[in-house]
């Protein structure tokens, strides 16, 4: 009862601040503002500041950040798996050249093939993750990946545990 109160209030002040619009707050105070919400599992409060960040400031270091951290509580907070696919892959397409892309393009095929068991559209999305980061530090994770599609943890313990014995 106490956290949800201390919640409440610091939702509201934080509302409360933010409502003033954007002349009265910069890039860099909209994300410490959801950094605040996000540290009281304000998940949804988080998401609208970084939108501001996005919206008011689209040519702000912040914003590709922004984007990647929405993705982020998106899936891992809120399960909202095909919302997260969707952020990952507008990130893929609005800034390809951001060492932040290809760790958006892998977890686009990392919720297809774990969290969706839409093991066609992971394959594909680990290929095409491949195929435009052929160098990239998690492509032996994505190659792994498609060889393990569709198999339980028990199967791959099993394959894992008989390779060691051979």
């Not at 106490?2 to 707050?25: E, H, M, P, Y």
């Not at 503002?33 to 270091?61: C, M, Q, R, W």
């Not at 922004?66 to 891992?76: D, G």
Request: proline share 4%; hydrophobic share 35%; aromatic share 12%.
């Amino acid at each position: 009862m106490r956290k949800q109160l201390i919640i409440a209030i610091f939702t509201g002040l934080v509302l409360l601040i933010g409502c003033s619009g954007k002349a009265n707050k910069s890039a860099q105070g909209y994300w410490e503002s959801a950094n605040a919400l996000y540290e009281v599992e304000n998940f949804k409060g988080a998401i609208t500041e970084y939108k501001n960040i996005i919206n008011f400031y689209p040519e702000d270091s912040l914003t590709i950040r922004a984007n990647f951290t929405i993705a982020e509580i998106t899936k891992n907070n809120l399960k909202d798996y095909k919302t997260a696919i969707n952020m990952y892959k507008k990130i893929s397409k609005l800034y390809p050249d951001s060492p932040k892309t290809p760790n958006a393009m892998f977890m686009i095929g990392y919720i297809y093939a774990n969290e969706l068991k839409n093991d066609v559209q992971a394959k594909k999305s680990y290929e095409d993750f491949i195929t435009q980061y052929p160098n990239h530090v998690l492509v032996p994770s994505a190659k792994w990946e498609i060889e393990n599609l569709g198999k339980s943890l028990e199967e791959i313990q099993k394959i894992t545990t008989d390779e060691v014995k051979e």
